[in-house]
C-alpha cells in the first residue's frame, strides 16, 4: 500500500491513449479504489451527463450500436441557429465531442488503481463472471 503510493508520486498522474473510454470492469469499486470511483462517479453524474444531455439537444447524439444512425444526425442541417446571434459558438458542443473527456484524468486514476487492485486476492470477486437466470432476461421480440 505504502509502496504503491511512493511508486505512483514518482511515476506522476497516468495518461490514457487515444479516446476517454470507460474499462469493462467500469462499475466496480474494488477495496482500496474508493476514494478515484467516487470522483469518478461523482464527474460522470455531473459534467459528462450535462455536456451529453447538451449535445442530445443540439442533436448530436450517437447511437451505441456502430452501423445505426440517429435520426437526429440524418435530419440536423446546420449546428447553430441562426436566430440567436449573440450566442458563443464555441460554448456548443460539436458533433464530434466526447462527453467523458470532461472526466479523462479521473477515467486515468480509476483505471491505473483498479487495475492494481482487481488483481489481489480480496477483489477477485468483483470479477467474476455471473449467470442470470433465464425469467430475469428481457424477452426477445420477433418480427
Known amino acids: 500500500m505504502v509502496f504503491g503510493r511512493i511508486r505512483d508520486a514518482l511515476v ?14 467500469f462499475p ?7 476514494k478515484h470511483a467516487d470522483k469518478l462517479f461523482t464527474c460522470l453524474s455531473t459534467t459528462a451527463t450535462e455536456k451529453a444531455r447538451d449535445m442530445e439537444k443540439a442533436g448530436y447524439s450517437k ?3 456502430p452501423d445505426v444512425r440517429a435520426e437526429q444526425e440524418k435530419q ?3 449546428s447553430v441557429d441562426m436566430e440567436n446571434k449573440d450566442v458563443d459558438v464555441s460554448a456548443l458542443p460539436s458533433p464530434d465531442d466526447n ?5 479523462r484524468t479521473f477515467v486515468a486514476y480509476y483505471k491505473r488503481c483498479c487495475d492494481r487492485e482487481l488483481k489481489k ?9 455471473y449467470r442470470v437466470q433465464e425469467e430475469y432476461r428481457y424477452k426477445k421480440t420477433e418480427g
Not at 28 to 34: A, D, I, L, S
Not at 121 to 129: A, F, G, I, Q, R
Open 28 to 34: 466496480v469499486t474494488p477495496y482500496g479504489c474508493e
Open 99 to 103: 462527453p467523458l473527456d470532461e472526466c
Open 76 to 78: 440536423r442541417g446546420s
Open 12 to 25: 506522476g498522474p497516468p495518461t490514457l491513449t487515444g479516446p476517454t473510454i470507460l474499462p469493462d470492469y
Open 63 to 65: 447511437s451505441y450500436y
Open 121 to 129: 486476492k480480496k477483489n477477485w470477486l468483483l470479477t467474476e463472471p
